[in-house]
């Protein structure tokens, strides 16, 4: 069996009447791509910020690459990569300042690997953050997570605000630190991202863990969504089964047009808080 990455017992963090999030238990292998999945709101920030102690939690615990946050959260945050979902820099500084900065922090010469990232990223990064678009900025956040090689990377939505040619370059990174042994965590509400690139996720909604699985299995136990029309007529259902079972139960019918799909995200999370309630 691997090691944990992150392993998370029974985390709750509440502001006051406002949701947080509750008894969240959460384990991650090393080595994973590891997907955190909900909607905007569900409490993923609030799980990252108390992982990486930027936020006091009211009880549970947090240990992260073996060692326990609250007692080794120095040592550990030098191991550890993050982007947030919104990046924040002084307004004024260079891209390339902000990125030796970030090194700099960590004691570290990250010049070589910076470099490699934003030639990959196509970051101009003698631009001032204040002359960037969100997508730049965001991509200098990617090079400020990623330059020191860590062994943990924790994402929060990282491609919002990238076009799609760098979410495909951002992902070939993630999946080649991952092959050198990198640990990511991948939190997100678009559940493409997911399904292409992590093997395992969980779902929060409202604050609480409500399904931790592979995406296969997750993805399966929820059947197809059919469109079809018959006879000029629109329906839509669920299909649990095989395609050659859908086949034949439509079999005879004036069909002129069929479409399947997978369910989207919500049809997923209704899925489960249906099964909650029964």
Not at 2 to 18: E, P, V
Not at 68 to 94: F, Q, W
């Amino acid at each position: 069996m691997s090691n944990l990455a992150i392993d998370i017992q029974h985390l709750t963090k509440t502001y006051g009447k406002n949701r947080g999030v509750s008894d969240l238990t959460l384990q991650v292998n090393e080595g994973e791509i590891f997907g955190f999945l909900g909607p905007n709101g569900a409490g993923k920030s609030t799980t990252i910020r108390s992982m990486l102690g930027l936020i006091r939690y009211q009880s549970g615990s947090v240990q992260l690459l073996g060692s326990d946050l609250a007692t080794n959260k120095e040592a550990l945050l030098r191991e550890i990569g993050y982007l947030p979902s919104e990046v924040m820099y002084y307004p004024s500084m260079k891209g390339i300042d902000v990125i030796k900065y970030a090194a700099s922090m960590r004691g570290m010469d990250c010049s070589e690997e910076a470099a490699k990232l934003c030639e990959r990223l196509k970051i101009d990064t003698e631009k001032r953050i204040e002359e960037l678009s969100l997508g730049n900025r965001k991509k200098i956040g990617i090079v400020c997570a990623m330059q020191h090689k860590p062994k943990l990377l924790i994402f929060d939505e990282p491609t919002s605000g990238l076009d799609p040619l760098m979410q495909a370059e951002f992902f070939k990174l993630v999946t080649e630190y991952n092959a050198q042994g990198t640990t990511c965590f991948l939190s997100s509400h678009v559940l493409s991202e997911i399904k292409k690139y992590c093997e395992r996720v969980a779902i929060i909604r409202e604050g609480h863990l409500i399904k931790t699985d592979t995406v296969e299995n997750l993805l399966s136990s929820q059947g197809k969504i059919v469109k079809v029309f018959v006879d000029g007529e629109y329906s839509t259902f669920r299909h649990a089964g095989t395609i050659p079972e859908l086949l034949q139960q439509l079999e005879g019918k004036n069909i002129t047009d069929l479409e399947i799909t997978e369910p989207d995200i919500e049809d997923i999370f209704m899925s489960f808080y249906e099964e909650d309630n029964k």
